[in-house]
């Protein structure tokens, strides 16, 4: 089962939009609501910030949304803070393992 | 608040394996779920390991081809995971995770699990 793919790395100022993709197949992404999207900061574990595709865990901050079209999930960042960036990663349930498959994960930076 | 905790050795030599543990606090493992564990190596990103049903049934990654066996402690609220043969490749920092259907929600801090001699 190969890695959901996403940018290694996006950037934005404070205050700006940003917006991570995720790209699966058919398997995966393209077939299922099971999208879930981590921050993980340096030494620290990841962090739910978004499951089902759109649903925010109570806490987290609205500036985070979840979407997906077809076989691209995204998480968009909305006022952008210094305190947002850190290591973003997706996951989605798959039909090709009994495990679910994972992003490759993307760093992001406030400029 | 759900809450998970690792617990195991930090350092552990080639071709020994590696036991931990993780207690669970705020959820009893057997109420339901899946609980799992996922590695991260150094400056890489995350890797299943395996997960198992609190009914008992498990379900490991096919890459760590067989390595892996997990098991439940009830009475304790923890489950466990043991991984053999163990090489440098293997050095990582280990999370357990509570897993509802295919995706973690709670996670663990994560242990760094070293291989050398």
């Known amino acids: 089962q190969s890695a959901l793919t996403q940018p290694a790395s996006v950037s934005g100022s404070p205050g700006q939009s940003i917006t991570i993709s995720c790209t699966g197949a058919s398997s995966d992404v393209g077939s299922y609501n099971y999208v879930s999207w981590y921050q993980q900061h340096p030494g620290k574990a990841p962090k739910l910030m978004i499951y089902e595709v759109s649903i925010r865990p109570s806490g987290v901050s609205n500036r985070f949304s979840g979407s997906k079209s077809g076989y691209t999930a995204s998480l968009t960042i909305s006022g952008l803070q210094a305190e947002d960036e850190a290591d973003y990663y997706c996951?989605?349930?798959?039909?090709?393992?009994?495990?679910?498959?994972f992003g490759t994960g993307t760093k992001v930076t406030v400029l | 608040q759900v809450q998970l905790q690792e617990s195991g050795p930090g350092l552990v030599k080639p071709s020994e394996t590696l036991s931990l543990t993780c207690t669970v606090s705020?959820?009893?493992?057997?109420?339901?779920?899946?609980w799992g564990w996922i590695r991260q190596p150094p400056g890489k990103g995350l890797e299943w390991l395996g997960k198992?049903?609190?009914?008992?049934?498990?379900y490991d990654s096919p890459s760590l081809k067989s390595r892996v066996t997990m098991s439940l402690d009830t009475s304790k609220n923890q489950f466990s995971l043991k991984l053999v043969s163990m090489t440098a490749a293997d050095t990582a920092v280990y999370y357990c995770?509570?897993?509802?259907?295919?995706?973690?929600?709670?996670w663990g801090q994560g242990t760094l699990v070293t291989v050398s001699s």
């Open positions: 705020g959820y009893s493992i057997s109420s339901g779920y899946y």
């Open positions: 995770a509570r897993i509802p259907y295919s995706n973690p929600d709670f």
């Open positions: 996951s989605s349930h798959t039909s090709s393992t009994t495990l679910g498959v």
């Open positions: 198992i049903h609190h009914s008992g049934s498990t």
